[in-house]
C-alpha cells in the first residue's frame, strides 16, 4: 500500500475500533427481555358451533357463526392462501359503507388458518353484516363483505 | 502477469486455492444443512438457504478481512492473500443468495415492489430493537456488488491503482453494515449468548488485527531528521539487510526499498504498479523483485518489468560506504537505469 492509503487505512480501522463496538454493545443492551410472540394465537377466542351463513373467495372464506352457549356473533376468516396485502385489517360495520370512518375495527387478519372475531351481542340485530378488508400499507379498503345474519 | 488478456490468469496455485476454498464452503453449507435438518426439523428450504448462505458468508469475511494484516505481521500467510479476489467475489455470491432469498421471502410475496417494502415495510429507524435492519444487509450488499464488479485487473488498470484501492477499501465500511445487520436483525431474536460472543470475538479480532498491522508499521517507517550535504541519506548497516530482501525507507513521502543481491545494492519505489503492493515485502526471484502480492516482477537496477511486460516503477541513487547504506530519496523517472552500489 501507499503511504496516503495506509494512513488512511489506520485512520479508517481507529474509527471502526470505536464506532463498532459501541454499535454492538448499543445492540447488545436493546435485546428485549422477552421476545413477544405473534399473539394473535393466544387471543384467539373459542370457535362458534354454528355457522349462520358464508361467504367464499378463492384464497379465504368468512362465516358468521353463533353457538347456543355463547353470546353474539362471531366472524372467521379461513384463510387458505396468504394475502398478497402484507397488513390486513378487518373493519365491521352495520351499515353499508365503503370507507372505515364510522366502523369498528375487529382485528388483523395473518396467514393461512382460522381468524376469528366476536362481535357481541349488538350484532344479533342486524339482518346483515358489513365487513371491510383494509390495507394498512395503502391505506386503503380493497374488499367489501356482505354477509347475511339470518 | 501477463501480456495477453486473459479472464482468469488460471495456474495451479490457484486452482488448488479456489479447490480447497470451494471445499470448504461445501463442507459447511452441508454440515449446517444437516444439523439443522436433525435439531429444527420443520425448517423450511428458504429459511435453510438463507441462514446457511448468510452465516457462510459472514464467516467469509472475517477470514477476508483477517488476511491482510496478518500478511503484514507474517509473510507466511502471503500464500492466502494470492488468490483473495476470488475468495472475495465467492463471498459476495453467497450473501447475493441470501439477500435474494431474504427479499423474496419477506418482500416479494406481497402487492407492494419488494424494495419499497424493503424500505418501507418497517419505518422504525429510532428504534434499536426494532430497527429495520435488512436495509443495512441491503448496502452492504451494493458495497460488495460493487467491490465483485470491479474485481478484474480490467477495472484495476482503467480505474487506477489508487481509485481501485479506495473503492475496494469500502469494504470496511459494508462490515461495519454487516456487523449491525445481524446485531440488529438475527440476534435480537436469539436467547443464546453463543452466537452473540462469536460475533463479537469475530469483530474484536478483525479490529484488533487491523490496528495492530496498522500501528506496528508506523514504527517501522524510517524518518530521517535532516538530509545529508549530498542529497544522500544514511540509511543502515548493509548486515540489517538480508540477501534477497529488501529494508523499506520512507523519506519525505518517498517509500523506497532498498534490495541487497549478489554483492549489490539498489533502490526503486516500494509501491507495485499493479495493486500498490508492498515490492520491499518480496523478494528477488530469478533475478526480479517479485511483489508478494501477486508475483508481479522488476529488475532492481532499472525498475522496469522483464520483456515483453511493460510496468515501471521509480528508481533512487544508493551508495555503501563503509557498510553504511546511503539513498538519494530524489526519484528519478520510472524505468530508469541506475548503476548498483557494490558491496565492498
Known amino acids: 500500500m501507499i503511504y496516503a492509503l495506509r494512513k488512511r487505512h489506520r485512520k479508517m480501522w481507529l474509527l471502526l475500533g470505536i464506532l463498532l463496538p459501541i454499535g454492538f454493545i448499543a445492540a447488545v443492551l436493546a435485546v428485549p427481555e422477552m421476545v413477544v410472540e405473534n399473539d394473535f394465537d393466544i387471543k384467539q377466542p373459542v370457535l362458534y358451533s354454528d355457522i349462520i351463513s358464508s361467504f367464499e373467495e378463492e384464497d379465504y372464506e368468512v362465516h358468521l357463526r353463533k353457538d347456543a352457549n355463547l353470546p353474539g356473533r362471531q366472524v372467521e376468516f379461513v384463510v387458505k392462501e396468504a394475502f398478497k396485502v402484507p397488513t390486513v385489517l378487518v373493519f365491521f360495520s352495520h351499515q353499508e359503507t365503503e370507507t372505515i370512518q364510522n366502523t369498528g375495527v375487529l382485528g388483523k387478519i395473518g396467514g393461512p388458518g382460522s381468524h376469528r372475531f366476536n362481535l357481541g351481542n349488538i350484532a344479533n340485530q342486524n339482518p346483515q353484516i358489513y365487513l371491510l378488508l383494509y390495507d394498512k400499507f395503502k391505506e386503503q379498503v380493497f374488499k367489501k363483505i356482505t354477509i347475511e345474519n339470518e | 502477469m501477463a501480456l495477453n488478456y486473459s479472464a482468469v490468469l488460471w495456474n495451479r496455485q490457484k486452482k488448488i486455492y479456489d479447490k480447497v476454498m470451494l471445499g470448504l464452503i461445501g463442507l459447511y453449507l452441508v454440515l449446517f444443512v444437516v444439523l439443522n435438518l436433525v435439531f429444527f426439523s420443520e425448517i423450511t428450504a428458504e429459511t435453510l438457504i438463507i441462514r446457511a448462505t448468510g452465516s ?58 419488494p424494495l419499497v417494502s424493503l424500505f418501507l415495510s418497517n419505518t422504525e429507524y429510532f428504534s434499536l430493537t426494532n430497527f429495520p435492519f435488512q436495509v443495512l444487509g441491503f448496502f452492504a450488499l451494493l458495497i460488495l456488488f460493487l467491490m465483485a464488479a470491479t474485481s478484474h485487473d480490467f477495472w484495476l488498470k482503467n480505474l487506477s491503482p489508487k481509485v481501485w484501492k479506495s473503492l475496494h477499501m469500502m469494504v470496511y465500511v459494508a462490515y461495519g453494515l454487516l456487523i449491525m445487520h445481524v446485531m440488529l436483525g438475527v440476534l435480537q431474536l436469539e436467547k443464546s449468548p453463543v452466537y452473540v460472543m462469536l460475533l463479537g470475538l469475530g469483530m474484536v479480532s478483525i479490529i484488533g488485527l487491523h ?39 520512507l523519506i519525505e513521502g518517498e517509500n523506497i526499498a532498498i534490495f541487497k543481491y549478489d554483492g549489490k545494492i539498489s533502490a526503486i519505489n516500494n509501491v507495485c504498479k499493479h495493486q500498490n503492493g508492498p515490492l520491499g515485502e518480496g523478494k528477488i526471484i530469478d533475478g526480479c523483485i517479485t511483489c508478494p502480492w501477486h508475483g508481479y516482477q522488476y529488475l532492481p537496477e532499472n525498475g522496469q518489468s522483464p520483456p515483453p511486460f511493460k510496468e515501471k516503477v521509480t528508481t533512487y541513487d544508493v551508495k555503501v560506504h563503509n557498510s553504511t547504506v546511503y539513498v538519494n530519496p530524489n526519484p528519478h523517472p520510472e524505468g530508469t537505469q541506475v548503476e548498483p552500489a557494490k558491496i565492498v
Open chain 2, 211 to 249: 490496528l495492530k498491522a496498522a500501528f506496528d508499521e508506523k514504527k517501522k517507517e524510517f524518518r530521517p531528521e535532516s538530509l545529508a550535504d549530498n542529497g544522500f541519506i544514511k540509511v543502515c548497516d548493509i548486515s540489517d539487510i538480508a540477501e534477497n530482501r529488501a529494508k523499506v525507507v
Open chain 2, 56 to 113: 457462510c458468508a459472514i464467516i467469509m469475511l472475517h477470514v477476508i478481512l483477517m488476511i491482510g494484516p496478518l500478511c503484514r505481521m507474517n509473510s507466511q500467510y502471503l500464500p492466502l492473500l494470492y488468490n483473495r479476489r476470488h475468495l472475495g467475489v465467492t463471498m459476495f455470491i453467497l450473501a447475493l443468495i441470501h439477500g435474494g432469498f431474504s427479499t423474496i421471502q419477506f418482500h416479494a410475496l406481497g402487492d407492494v415492489n
